[in-house]
T-cell receptor, first 112, second 114 residues
Framework: GQQLNQSPQSMFIQEGEDVSMNCTSSSIFNTWLWYKQDPGEGPVLLIALYKAGELTSNGRLTAQFGITRKDSFLNISASIPSDVGIYFCAGQTGGGADGLTFGKGTHLIIQP | ETGVTQSPTHLIKTRGQQVTLRCSSQSGHNTVSWYQQALGQGPQFIFQYYREEENGRGNFPPRFSGLQFPNYSSELNVNALELDDSALYLC?????????????FGPGTRLTVL
């Protein structure tokens, strides 16, 4: 089955720094999604990408759908304490009935 | 507009028992998907329901089954529980006016199998 490689596994940064994480796949994806999950909660959708090359922003967050359709990245600018959490990339190869394939997550830790 | 809700929040069962988890989709969302999230891992797709029928399934055995009701709410049933079934079970819904791969998650049910 498809595999999503998400990196880095964890990040320790200072408040105010910019953050970058990425996801690569062995298969072509038609959709890339980025989620954030806090402890004891379900994932919250941050950004959805539907076209190769698409660059989309949501406040301080920016994500891009790679041209090869096998990768995506998420940037967070000027990190703040509430950005702490686990960020997941997710993709889908076909129609909605295939379900989403998730990466293993990037654990973001912000040092004051 | 209410989000996706799930019940119960926590559940403890013993090996061999059966369990039913429940999900109410976000208002107006007619497609419901279920995912299993083991500790330290990303969610894994179990199956999806649309118009009260299963229309997609991941790599899970038949002892994982589900239902969707006319009001779009859904149940996940797991028979003959195994220790490895201990996980966070997530329900996600999507809106008919959006792509079905744009999914919104509930808070999950934490299942512990002893």
């Amino acid at each position: 089955g498809q595999q999503l490689n998400q990196s880095p596994q964890s990040m320790f940064i200072q408040e105010g720094e910019d953050v970058s994480m990425n996801c690569t796949s062995s298969s072509i994806f038609n959709t890339w999604l980025w989620y954030k999950q806090d402890p004891g909660e379900g994932p919250v959708l941050l950004i959805a990408l539907y076209k190769a090359g698409e660059l989309t922003s949501n406040g301080r967050l920016t994500a891009q759908f790679g041209i090869t359709r096998k990768d995506s990245f998420l940037n967070i600018s000027a990190s703040i304490p509430s950005d702490v959490g686990i960020y997941f990339c997710a993709g889908q190869t076909g129609g909605g009935a295939d379900g989403l394939t998730f990466g293993k997550g990037t654990h973001l830790i912000i040092q004051p | 507009e209410t989000g996706v809700t799930q019940s119960p929040t926590h559940l403890i069962k013993t090996r061999g028992q059966q369990v039913t988890l429940r999900c109410s989709s976000q208002s107006g969302h007619n497609t419901v998907s279920w995912y299993q999230q083991a500790l330290g891992q990303g969610p894994q797709f179990i199956f999806q329901y649309y118009r009260e029928e299963e229309n997609g399934r991941g790599n899970f055995p038949p002892r994982f089954s589900g239902l969707q009701f006319p009001n779009y709410s859904s149940e996940l049933n797991v028979n003959a529980l195994e220790l490895d079934d201990s996980a966070l079970y997530l329900c996600a819904s999507s809106h008919p006016g959006q792509r079905s791969d744009t999914q919104y998650f509930g808070p999950g049910t934490r299942l512990t199998v002893l």
